[in-house]
């Protein structure tokens, strides 16, 4: 038509043309924006709400874009400091002082988002609850040890002391046996010595004579 049309006929369809063409573009442009759209309302993570921002700066034509890509770019801040956030609370369950110690490093870093400062508090005062908890069973520890020790130290005393008393005691048993040994010798030597005595002056001298062998 083009060809053989006159010229208010070519400029009408030029007009066609270029409302088309340009229909076209604002439907693409629209497209993309809506998928962009899209994307950010499933968007959940940090990095899926940058990825949306992305969409939206590839289709700068559409006027709402840029804001669209800033809401998008606040969000994916937003998830970023509530990983950290819940990083740090799951850490927190271990209960242990390295534990509170590396969620206080999480929450200094994200200052001001929801109840980061106040769980950095709460974590500084489990450190100290349980540092007082291992410097009291220290303590302990160390006080029944000490008891340990005492008694060990009171039952070695007592044995010496008793040993002490034996090695005094059994050299004076040794001592009065002996002289009882000897006393009792000499007794029966006595005897022994005067029955000799008597057979010899009773003049029975074979059997005196035996008697002092």
Known sequence: VLRFADEQLKTTLAGYVAYIIDRNENARIQALFDRAKNAMDKAVTENEFKAAAEQFKAVPEHKDSETFAKVCLEKAENARKDAILANAKAIMTNKTIIGYQTAILLFRNIPGWKDADKQVFDCQQKIEEITAKEEAERLECERKAEEVRLEQESK????????????IIIPSVICSVIV????????INNGKYNDAMALMEAGKYTEAIAAFK
């Open 180 to 187: 009882l040994i000897i006393v009792a010798t000499t007794v």
């Open 156 to 167: 070695a005393e007592i044995a010496r002391k008793r040993n002490k008393k034996i090695a």
